[in-house]
């Protein structure tokens, strides 16, 4: 398994924006399909967004889409989720995964092979 790396969680206040980031600390993102998910306390994992190669190829959930945005950097080897418009709801680790590129975007976990740790994002007032 290759193995993410994401950074970027903490505590904000609802209303707040942050920035996730994905790292391929052993491996080129460019050549996978990234997908963001999150998992709430006591839920399921969810899917959130995906990219893969360009922005021409990219997926956003019904409840995320025009409040996260997923971008790339491949001079950094970094996979980026924009959070914005945040709500308690919003609480959850989040987390980065890999599947093999020509496979494109999904939204399913069963989907991805390879994933990283999660990196908590709190929402509280």
């Known amino acids: 398994q290759l193995h993410p790396v994401e950074s970027g969680g903490g505590l904000v206040q609802p209303g707040d924006s942050l920035r996730l980031s994905c790292v391929g600390s052993d491996f080129s993102l460019e050549h996978y399909a990234i997908g963001w998910f999150r998992q709430a306390p006591g839920k399921e994992r969810e899917g959130v967004a995906c990219?893969?190669?360009?922005?021409?190829?990219?997926y956003y959930t019904d409840s995320t889409k025009g409040k996260f945005t997923i971008s790339r950097d491949n001079a950094k080897n970094t996979v980026y989720l924009g959070l914005s418009s945040l709500v308690p709801e919003d609480t959850a680790v989040y987390y980065c995964?890999?599947?093999?590129?020509?496979?494109?975007?999904?939204?399913?976990?069963?989907?991805?092979?390879?994933w990283g740790q999660g990196t908590q994002v709190t929402v509280s007032s």
């Open positions: 995964a890999a599947r093999i590129k020509f496979m494109g975007c999904s939204s399913s976990t069963d989907d991805y092979y390879h």
């Open positions: 990219f893969s190669s360009s922005d021409r190829d990219t």
